[in-house]
Nanobody, 115 residues
Framework: QVRLVESGGGLVQPGGSLRLSCAASRSIFSNSVMGWYRQAPGKQRELVASITSGARTNYADSVKGRFTISKDNAKNTVSLQMNSLKPEDTAVYYC?????????WGQGTQVTVSS
């Protein structure tokens, strides 16, 4: 079992920045794909960004150039730096681990972009 705990959400004005962090309960980054997903009210959960064990990254078109995913293998953390935030980025953001043929999710953290 893997436990994921997110932190860093909150309320920010349009154009602002937030950094989300996800701590894994044990060392899994060397053979997993870590991702950030989000779900807005009335919409399906969507992939925002992912990073492989080899640090290859992938981004949704809507966040390219604004968001950056990174990981710290030593600390078992994966982060999402979000810049130039827009109201349409408002959602609950979830950390995800695709590890050892299982999918693991954090509890989610709310990000609200509003003036």
């Amino acid at each position: 079992q893997v436990r994921l705990v997110e932190s860093g959400g909150g309320l920010v004005q349009p154009g602002g920045s937030l950094r989300l962090s996800c701590a894994a309960s044990r060392s899994i980054f060397s053979n997993s794909v870590m991702g950030w997903y989000r779900q807005a009210p009335g919409k399906q959960r969507e992939l925002v960004a992912s990073i492989t064990s080899g640090a290859r990254t992938n981004y949704a078109d809507s966040v390219k150039g604004r968001f950056t995913i990174s990981k710290d293998n030593a600390k078992n953390t994966v982060s999402l730096q979000m810049n130039s935030l827009k109201p349409e980025d408002t959602a609950v953001y979830y950390c995800n681990a695709d590890y050892n043929r299982g999918m693991y999710w954090g509890q989610g953290t709310q990000v609200t972009v509003s003036s």
